[in-house]
C-alpha cells in the first residue's frame, strides 16, 4: 500500500464529459469501452478510459456525429456561454437548466454553448479577441450584433476556497488584472453573470466567495455585470431552484431581450467595485433564505422533499422526520448461506439478525469515500424537529422486519435463518449521517438495549461532547480517516474548521470510555494510504480496545464522488499497510512514557470485504495449551446486555472489556485458510468465474493457476515478460495521476493480474 522509492505523482490534465443535450440540439461524445466483467475477492485497478471530448450546444445548427465541433470563443458577437465548476453535479444540473430555459427563449441570431469552465483556456479567451471574424458554429446572421454573453456558476470548496474544477477562471482573472501589459479594462465588451452555490451550514461566511470574487473580478477588469446583488444558492436549505430562477428572470433574460440600454456607454463607464468583505451586503436576501432575529421559532424538518426523494430512490426506508433504515447486503448474504459480514468474523454477531439504522440522517462531513453520494443533509449541529427515541425504535424495528418478511421470495433464502431474522439482535448504527447528534442518542441506546439488541455506534469524531456524555455502548467507533490535518480536510470535506482538533479530542475521550473502543480507518488509495506513522500517533491519543483496517468501496461514479476502481485497495495491500501500522504503533510504545500505545496483535481478518482486524494484547489474547496466541474477540451479547442492565440501575457500577469478551473461532483468525469465511456458508461467485492465479510473488507475478497448482518456469517467464512491458508503460511503484476535477487514477504494475479471472 505504501509506494516504493519509484513512487512519483504524475499530475494530468483530462477532458471529462458533461451532460448531453437532445430535443433540437446536438451533442457528441465518446462511448467508453466497458471493462471486462471481474470476479475477485477485492476489486481491481480498472482500465476504463477516462477522457472523453467535449459536449457542445447549438440552437441553430446540427452538425454530424463524427465531426469534432469548434466552440465559439467567448467573446465572439451573439455568443452565449454557459460555464459551470461543477464538483458534486449541482452547479452542472443548474446549468443545464439554464440552457434549457435560454434555448426556448429562441433568442433571435445567438449561439448558446455550454461546458465545464476546466475545458477552456481562460487566458486565451479573455485575452485574444477574436470577435470580429466569423463564428465558428455560426452560419452569417443579419442583423445587428449583440456583445458576448459569459454566465457562470460556481461552487464553494472548503474554507471559501475555489474548488480545482474552477481555480482556471480564477488564476485568469488574477493574472489579467496584474499583468501591466494589458489595457485598463480589457473585458469592456463582455456581459458577465455570475450565480454562486455554497451550504450555510458551515457556519462562516465562506458561502459563495468564489462567485463572490469572480464577481468582483469581471467588473475590475470592465465587463457588465448582470445583476447588482449576488445569488447564491444554499445547499443546506435546498433552495438553489428558487436562486436560479430569479437570477435568470430577473438578471439574465431581461438584459438579454433588451441590450440597448447599457451598450452606448459601457466602453466608457467605470466599473464598480465592491470590497469583498462587505459583499455579504450585496447578496440578495430573498433567494438566499437568510434567518434573522425573530424569524421561524419552529425547528424545520431535516430532510427536504428533495433528499427524501433521493434517498428513498436508494432504498432507504425513512422513519420520522431524520431517521432511516435499510437492508444490508450482508443481511441477504446470510439469510442464502452466502456469508457474514465482517463483523459476524471479527466479534460474532450473526448478520442477518442485524438491523442497520440511523437516528440522524445529516452529517457534519461529505467524506470522499461516502457510498451514500451525499443526498443525506448536512450540519454542524442539530436545529431540526426531534422525534421520540422509543418512536424511532419501533418503527426501525418494524420496519426492518417488513423487509426481511420481502426477502422470503429471494431465491436461496434459508427457511430458519429467515424465521429467526424476525428477530432482530442487533443495531448497526453506522447507516449514514452521524447518529450521536440525535440530541436523545443516550434513551434510544437505552431502548434497543432494553430489547436485548447489541448497539454498534459509528462516529466521524466531530462531536466529542456528545461521546463524553454518551453511556456504555456494545462498541463505540471514531472513524480516523487521514493522518494529518491537511489529508482530513481533502478527504472528509468537514464542515468544521477545527474538524482535526475535534477528531483528536474524540480519540483522546476513549480512553475512559471502559467499553469496547475502536479506532475505523477506510483506505482509499492515492488519499489517505500514506504517512502511517500519523495515525498511528492518532490511534495512540484513544488507546482503543481495537483498529479496524478497511478497504473501501468503490460504489459506482457519482457527480458527488472523485473516486473510481483504482482507488480501491486489494486485500494484500491492506494486511501491508496494517502490517506497518503495527509497526509505527510498536515503534511508539517502545518509546514509553504515558502517552505510550498498548500492544497490538493481528487477530482477524475477513478477505471478502477486504478488512483486518488489530486487537489489543492485553485485553483479548491468551496463550493456548499449545503455547500459540488465541484471542478472544468475540462479543458475549447477553453478558454484556446483562452488565449494561446493571449499570443503568446503578450508575456507580463499572465495567470492562474483558468482562464480555468470547473465543473468538479458528477461521475468522487472522492466517486461516478460510480468510475469515465462515464454513458453515457457500463462497457465492457471479458468473461461476474464479481468480485465475492463487498465488504471487513478491513483484505480484503468479506462482499458482486457479487450482494452487505451481506454473511451471516457461509460463511464469512469460508473465514476468507482461510485467517488465507494463513497468515500462508506468513506472515501478505506485503513480498517481491526478485529473480535472481532483480525481486520482492510480497506475500500479504490480497489480496487473490481480484481476484475471476464469469461467468454470
Not at 433588451?258 to 463607464?269: F, H, I, L, S, T
Not at 443481511?331 to 471479527?346: A, I, M, V, W
Not at 481533502?490 to 483522546?508: I, M
Not at 473510481?564 to 515503534?587: A, F, G, Q, Y
Request: net charge negative; charged share 30%; proline share 5%.
Amino acid at each position: 500500500m505504501t509506494t516504493s522509492s519509484g513512487h512519483f505523482r504524475t499530475f494530468a490534465a483530462a477532458t471529462l464529459t458533461v451532460a448531453g443535450f437532445a430535443v433540437g440540439v446536438w451533442g457528441w461524445a465518446k462511448k467508453q469501452d466497458g471493462n471486462k466483467s471481474e470476479e475477485r475477492e477485492s476489486p481491481p485497478v480498472s482500465t476504463k478510459d477516462t477522457t472523453a471530448p467535449l459536449v457542445e450546444i447549438n440552437t441553430g445548427l446540427l452538425m454530424d456525429k463524427e465531426e469534432l465541433p469548434k466552440r465559439d470563443r467567448i467573446l465572439t458577437p451573439n455568443t452565449i456561454t454557459i460555464a459551470h465548476g461543477s464538483v458534486t453535479g449541482t452547479c452542472e444540473k443548474l446549468a443545464q437548466e439554464l440552457f434549457e430555459i435560454l434555448r426556448d427563449l429562441k433568442l433571435e441570431n445567438r449561439f448558446i454553448q455550454i461546458g465545464k469552465l476546466d475545458e477552456w483556456d481562460w487566458w486565451d479567451e479573455l485575452i485574444n479577441d477574436e470577435g470580429d471574424g466569423q463564428a465558428a458554429n455560426s452560419k452569417p446572421k443579419k442583423g445587428a450584433d449583440h456583445p458576448p454573453v459569459l454566465l457562470v456558476l460556481l461552487p464553494t470548496y472548503h474554507g471559501g476556497s475555489w474548488s480545482s474544477t474552477a481555480t482556471c477562471l480564477e488564476s485568469a482573472l488574477q493574472d489579467l488584472k496584474n499583468d501591466w501589459r494589458i489595457e485598463k479594462f480589457p473585458l469592456k465588451k463582455l456581459c458577465v453573470g455570475v450565480m454562486g452555490m455554497g451550504c450555510s451550514d458551515y457556519g462562516d461566511n465562506s458561502m459563495g466567495k468564489p462567485a463572490k470574487e469572480a464577481f468582483n473580478g469581471f467588473r475590475e477588469l470592465g465587463a457588465q455585470t448582470y445583476g447588482k446583488k449576488i445569488r447564491i444558492g444554499d445547499d443546506a436549505t435546498g433552495n438553489q431552484g428558487r436562486v436560479l430562477q430569479a437570477w435568470i428572470h430577473h438578471d439574465i433574460i431581461p438584459r438579454l431581450t433588451d441590450m440597448g440600454d447599457d451598450k452606448d456607454d459601457a466602453e466608457e463607464r467605470e466599473p464598480v467595485v465592491i470590497d469583498i468583505e462587505d459583499m455579504g451586503e450585496s447578496v440578495d436576501p430573498e433567494t438566499n433564505d437568510q434567518v434573522g432575529e425573530g424569524a421561524d421559532i419552529e425547528p424545520r424538518e431535516m430532510v427536504t422533499s428533495t433528499q427524501a426523494k433521493a434517498l428513498k430512490k436508494e432504498g432507504y426506508k425513512l422513519i420520522g422526520t431524520h431517521s432511516a433504515v435499510k437492508l444490508c447486503r450482508w443481511t441477504k448474504h446470510q439469510l442464502r448461506g452466502r456469508g457474514g459480514c465482517y463483523k459476524h468474523t471479527f466479534y460474532g454477531i450473526t448478520s442477518y439478525q442485524c438491523m442497520e439504522a440511523t437516528p440522524s440522517l445529516a452529517c457534519a462531513n461529505k467524506c470522499v469515500f461516502c457510498w451514500r453520494h451525499h443526498k443525506n443533509p448536512v450540519g454542524k449541529e442539530w436545529k431540526w424537529k426531534t422525534d421520540d427515541p422509543y418512536y424511532i425504535v419501533d418503527e426501525a424495528v418494524k420496519t426492518h422486519i417488513q423487509m426481511i418478511k420481502e426477502t422470503k421470495g429471494i431465491p436461496g433464502v434459508n427457511s430458519e435463518r429467515w424465521k429467526e431474522a424476525h428477530t432482530v439482535r442487533h443495531c448497526a448504527l453506522s447507516l449514514v449521517g452521524e447518529p450521536i447528534m440525535y440530541p436523545r442518542i443516550n434513551e434510544l441506546l437505552g431502548n434497543l438495549h432494553t430489547r436485548d439488541i447489541s448497539t454498534f455506534l459509528v462516529t466521524n469524531g466531530q462531536h466529542p461532547a456528545a461521546i463524553r456524555s454518551l453511556i456504555p455502548v456494545t462498541q463505540l467507533y471514531v472513524s480516523v480517516d487521514a493522518p494529518t490535518p491537511e489529508s482530513l480536510v481533502a478527504v472528509d470535506r468537514p464542515l468544521f474548521s477545527d474538524a482535526w482538533d475535534r477528531l483528536k479530542e474524540s480519540l483522546t475521550l476513549l480512553r475512559d470510555k471502559g467499553q469496547r473502543t475502536v479506532a475505523r480507518l477506510t483506505v482509499v488509495k492515492g488519499w489517505n494510504s500514506d504517512e502511517i506513522e500519523g495515525y498511528a500517533k492518532l490511534i495512540a491519543l484513544g488507546r482503543v480496545s481495537l483498529i479496524e483496517v478497511k478497504g473501501v468501496t468503490f460504489c459506482g461514479k457519482s457527480d458527488a464522488s472523485n473516486l473510481n476502481m483504482s482507488n480501491t485497495p486489494w486485500h494484500h495491500e491492506v494486511v501491508e499497510l496494517v502490517s506497518t501500522l503495527k509497526k509505527e504503533l510498536d515503534k511508539l510504545r517502545q518509546l514509553g512514557g504515558p502517552e505510550a500505545p498498548p500492544e497490538y496483535g493481528l487477530a482477524c481478518e475477513h478477505k471478502h470485504s477486504v478488512s483486518v482486524l488489530l486487537a489489543r494484547v492485553d485485553q483479548f489474547a491468551y496463550d493456548g495449551e499449545d503455547g500459540t496466541r488465541r484471542w478472544r474477540t468475540w462479543i458475549d451479547y447477553p453478558k454484556f446486555q446483562e452488565l449494561a442492565s446493571r449499570q443503568e440501575k446503578d450508575p456507580s457500577f463499572r465495567f470492562s472489556v474483558r468482562d464480555y469478551t468470547a473465543e473468538t473461532p479458528a477461521w475468522a483468525l487472522f492466517g486461516s485458510e478460510e480468510e475469515g469465511f465462515d464454513p458453515t456458508d457457500q463462497r457465492h461467485r457471479k458468473k461461476k468465474k474464479y481468480p485465475k492465479w492463487t498465488k504471487f510473488d513478491e513483484r505480484g507475478i503468479p506462482t499458482h493457476d486457479h487450482e494452487n497448482n505451481e506454473l511451471d518456469q516457461e509460463e511464469r517467464l512469460r508473465l514476468a515478460s507482461q510485467m517488465e512491458q507494463k513497468l515500462r508503460e508506468v513506472g515501478s511503484g505506485t503513480t498517481v495521476t491526478e485529473l480535472k476535477g481532483g480525481e486520482k487514477l492510480i497506475h500500479d504494475a504490480s497489480l496487473m493480474f490481480r484481476g484475471d479471472v476464469i469461467v468454470r
